[in-house]
């Protein structure tokens, strides 16, 4: 079993609809949780982060996550062409002090026109 | 702006030979971090540091060296012995403790010749 999963895509949604993209973790200790967007042939950018249970919405962003299911989600609503991208789940290796990030191998979203 | 730099954007590689890429950061993190992208995967973590003149081997050292002699440096040294060195290199850096995020530099594409 992968230590975060993410189903690999391509996830294909038309544009304006919401896009769901989830991701879920094995360590049950694991304190933070980020979702990255990373364009073809770019680096990683951060998009969203969450440390507690529930939902946390920025602009057209919600992530939310369920730790008693370990998985973490991320909503995209009124979906846009520049939307689409890779969408990485890292999650904090248990309580490791040395501040590591486990890396789910990301999900491909298309947003059609 | 503060930010992270590497250098060279593309850089070609000769069988049996070394070759250094370069990571420099204005942002006064402490950790710093290494990791190597292939297509399809998620980020694998080469060596991580947290403070000068100390770093730690991650899951895929093996022909791999780096050094950290500055708080703003962490340069990576691809070595003769790494056989598959094609991918793209990704150096990261964060406050640990504070729970956020890496950011990450622009990313180098190494390419064997």
């Known amino acids: 079993q992968k230590e975060v999963e993410q189903n690999s895509g391509p996830l294909s949604v038309p544009e304006g609809a919401i896009a769901s993209l989830n991701c879920t973790y094995s360590d049950r200790v694991s304190q933070s949780f980020f979702w990255y967007r990373q364009y073809s042939g770019k680096s990683p950018e951060l998009i969203m982060s969450i440390y507690s249970n529930g939902d946390k919405e920025d602009g057209r962003f919600t992530a939310q996550l369920n730790k008693a299911s370990q998985y973490v989600s991320l909503l995209i609503r009124d979906s846009q062409p520049s939307d689409s991208a890779t969408y990485l789940c890292a999650v904090t290796r248990g309580r490791d002090s040395n501040y590591q990030l486990i890396w789910g191998a990301g999900t491909k979203l298309i947003i059609k026109p | 702006d503060g930010g992270i730099t590497q250098s060279p954007k593309y850089l070609f590689r000769k069988e049996g030979q070394n070759v250094t890429l370069s990571c420099e950061q204005n942002?006064?993190?402490?950790?710093m971090y290494w990791y190597r992208q292939d297509p399809g995967q998620g980020l694998r973590l080469i060596y991580y540091s947290q403070i000068v003149n100390d770093f730690q081997k991650g899951d895929i050292a093996e022909g791999y060296s780096v050094s950290r002699e500055k708080k703003e440096s962490f340069p990576l040294t691809v070595t003769s012995a790494q056989k598959n060195p094609t991918a793209f290199y990704l150096c990261?850096?964060?406050?640990?403790?504070?729970?956020?995020?890496?950011?990450f530099g622009s990313g180098t594409r190494l390419t064997v010749v």
């Open positions: 990261a850096s964060t406050v640990p403790g504070r729970g956020g995020g890496y950011t």
């Open positions: 942002l006064n993190h402490d950790a």
